[in-house]
């Protein structure tokens, strides 16, 4: 099964002349203070490389293997399973996800130092560990047919903050094409995401979940394409799930069919009651939860 690429974009996808200037500027900016820093690896702090041999090597041994993930996201969606019918007796399972690591340790700085840092020589290395998570979901899953790839929008304060889009430039590294405006923020959505204090980070899973819902909104070009087409999502990291939740309820509401996600990097739950459960308990295997008495806080 190979995973697809997206719509061809039209004209009135591409970014404002304007933001592309300053998107440029500011990349040049980076790279020329890059030539004149030191630069650090960013899994043990070697200099002058942004990811030293022996880092390297781990990294590619920690994301070789993509395996499945939704249990330690709670805030994922409910849907019935695949192949499993539908109806009222239809035990509701979480959305697939397909994670190629966990978020922690050296996987985490690296996907930081990419992310928050824009050290974009390390796509050499996360751009196959996205790859595999991505080929795994579509293995898994077993869409129909070649499905869109979808990634959250950015937000206006995220454009801002960087000069690059991380998910869709690691797709696009590894011969990836995600589908682009399809879903965007509302203008509510975009317009608080520039106050003060309006990250994510800091936040629960309910708290997250209330201050996401009803953020994205499907465009015109959305309309005509979702519905009936299959779909997988795709993401950075994969934390409570609310991002996916939301954007899994835009696509799902204008008919798209989702067949699950694919992430980089899967946080652990916090809860004692999730400690010791990892890979060996995320088995590639619906993870079934009852619709009425789940640990979701709607
Ligand atoms: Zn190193």
Known sequence: MSCAAGPPRSPRSRRPARGAWAWSVRRLLREVAG???PVWCAGCGREDVVLCGDCGELLRDLTRRPFRAEEQALALPLVP???GGEGADVELVALPAVSASRYEGLVAR???AYKDHEVTGLARVLAPALHGAVTGACAQLH??????LVCPPSTPAARLRRSHRPVEHLLGACGLRPASGLVAPTKS???RSLLPGAGQKARGMGARRR???GTLRITAAGRRI???TEVILVDDVLTTGATLHELHRALAGAGAVVRGAAVLAASRRRSPG????GRAASACRPTPRSSSGSARDE
Request: charged share 5%.
């Open 143 to 148: 869409p129909a047919s070649a499905p869109l």
């Open 211 to 213: 201050a996401l819902r």
């Open 110 to 112: 690296t996907v930081l």
């Open 226 to 228: 979702l519905p009936g």
């Open 189 to 191: 959505a975009a317009l």
């Open 35 to 37: 030539v004149i820093s």
């Open 274 to 277: 999730a400690e010791g459960s």
């Open 81 to 83: 399973p695949a192949g």
